[in-house]
């Protein structure tokens, strides 16, 4: 077992130990580093400054992704290459610009400057991606960077002077044959790193087997665990919570982020815990195309690639943008602990307010997501107060089937409507058996606000959210009624 992690930034070496390995990814470029170029604003995920390239191995090469750097912590990074803004150019040449900066430039791009580097960063991750970016492509790449001086149009117009091939890949800059070998020959290792200061111990846990995951859970029950850390790291930086002890899944090959498909029969997706947002918003593209539109607004890109389908749901917030489709859906949640594994519907699993049916040692390690059929009228409503990279102020999912005109089946699910995301039992059995028409909608509504118990709060009052729910079921029949369809 390994005392320390192995990473590289910008094409250099580094090991990692103590209390380095317990500090954000940004910390260390900055003040270990000397990487000033990697900025911080927010410390919360949302204003992009501190964009950075995570490259993952992926076969001979690095495959490469943008991130916000202050929410990842170091002991997340085992095996990456990271790159900065000053290694954006590779390793040889450090003065000279790329021609995404060249662009800036030239198109005015930049006014204070403060935000640039995580512009940059994130451009040149969307042209890894995409060589030939759309304006809509550079649109929603780039909503995970907040600008405030010269607004988004110059910007826009740099990105569409970048054609395809002028721009160099960072495999190509970055030579990613001796980083793989030295990743390969440790790469089977599990991490531990404690650090003692005074009566304090800090640990962290890096296993790379589900076996060995829930084993080390259940030697260290309230370690906290990690995946993505959108969430955890923001709490970190805010000093909202700070563990003595974490557990990091990012190496257990069972949760691989890359644990996704489409079962054999074309009925379900099947997603490992581990499997990214930006994962799921590829897959849904074709197989749940509602699903997927409402997973393109999810965050923003930087958090998206790192954000997991666990970690939503784990996280067991009513405004969760995922767990309404999932409740109609009717996922299933595979738990596994040291002892046993365990089928549970999502239905069934809050309990109340960040409280759900999780048993000690049990970790959350398989999501099956039915696909909704041929014969099903799926909608998806968040309401926010901007289309980005927004907390919601209500969700919903109607999911529905009829049969010449008559329901024949309902579901309905609320969410930002009480302690935990609702599925309207009531609302859906007022709904069976009668005529798919905006009467019947109309008179549903009545029954969905006795159903849901929301508050007040800066996103929005409880009468909004009441008669919220009430509008999202009439909607739902002007949208899906013949005269529409």
Wanted: glycine share 8%; hydrophobic share 40%; with cysteine.
């Amino acid at each position: 077992m390994r005392d320390h992690l192995l990473l590289f930034i910008n094409g250099q070496r580094h090991q990692v130990t103590g209390t380095d390995a317990f500090l954000s990814l940004s910390d260390f470029l900055r003040i270990r580093l000397a990487l000033p170029g990697t900025k911080i604003v927010c410390s919360e995920g949302d204003c992009g400054s501190c964009t950075v390239l995570i490259g993952r191995p992926t076969g001979s090469r690095f495959k490469y992704r943008p991130v916000d750097s202050c929410i990842q912590r170091m002991f997340q990074l085992d095996g990456a290459h990271i790159v900065t803004v000053e290694g954006i150019s590779g390793t040889g040449d450090r003065c000279k610009l790329t021609p995404v900066q060249e662009a800036m430039i030239q198109y005015h791009g930049s006014q204070c400057g403060f935000c640039t580097p995580g512009f940059v960063v994130a451009m040149t991750g969307l042209l890894e991606e995409n060589e030939s970016p759309t304006d809509e492509d550079w649109r929603t790449g780039l909503t995970g960077n907040l600008c405030r001086c010269t607004g988004y149009a110059a910007i826009i117009d740099a990105g569409r002077t970048l054609m395809a091939g002028t721009n160099s890949h960072l495999n190509e800059q970055h030579d990613p044959a001796p980083m793989l070998r030295e990743v390969a020959k440790t790469e089977g290792e599990s991490i531990a790193v404690m650090v003692r200061r005074g009566n304090r111990v800090r640990r962290f846990f890096c296993p790379t087997t589900l076996a060995e995951a829930l084993s080390t859970l259940g030697d260290h029950p309230t370690a906290t665990i990690v995946a993505g850390a959108t969430d955890v790291g923001v709490q970190l930086n805010k000093s909202v919570a700070d563990p003595d002890e974490f557990l990091d899944l990012n190496r257990v090959a069972e949760l691989t982020s890359s644990a996704i498909e489409v079962d054999a029969r074309g009925k379900a997706i099947v997603a490992g815990a581990r499997a990214t947002w930006t994962e799921i918003e590829a897959i849904t593209s074709d197989t749940v195309p509602e699903f997927h539109r409402i997973v393109a607004v999810f965050g923003s890109p930087q958090i998206r690639n790192v954000g997991t389908i666990g970690g939503n749901i784990i996280n067991a917030s009513p405004i969760a943008d995922s767990l309404p489709f999932l409740f109609v859906a009717e996922a299933e949640l595979e738990l596994a602990s040291s002892r046993q594994s365990r089928t549970v519907p999502i239905t069934s699993f809050y309990h109340g307010y960040k409280q759900f049916d999780l048993r000690p040692g049990e970790l959350l390690t398989r999501i099956r997501i039915p696909v909704p059929g041929d014969d099903v009228r799926l909608r998806l409503i968040k309401v926010s107060r901007r289309r980005d990279l927004d907390i919601a102020t209500f969700t919903a999912a109607i999911w529905m089937r009829l049969d010449h005109e008559i329901i024949a089946e309902a579901r309905i699910a609320f969410g930002a409507c009480g302690p935990t995301v609702i599925r309207a039992r009531r609302t859906e059995e007022f709904l069976c058996g009668q005529p798919f028409e905006e009467a019947t909608m109309r008179a549903s509504g009545d029954v969905a606000v006795g159903e849901i118990s929301p508050i007040s709060d800066v996103r929005g009052s409880a009468d909004f959210r009441y008669q919220l729910a009430r509008n999202v079921l009439v909607k739902f029949f002007l949208e899906q009624s013949p005269a529409s369809v």
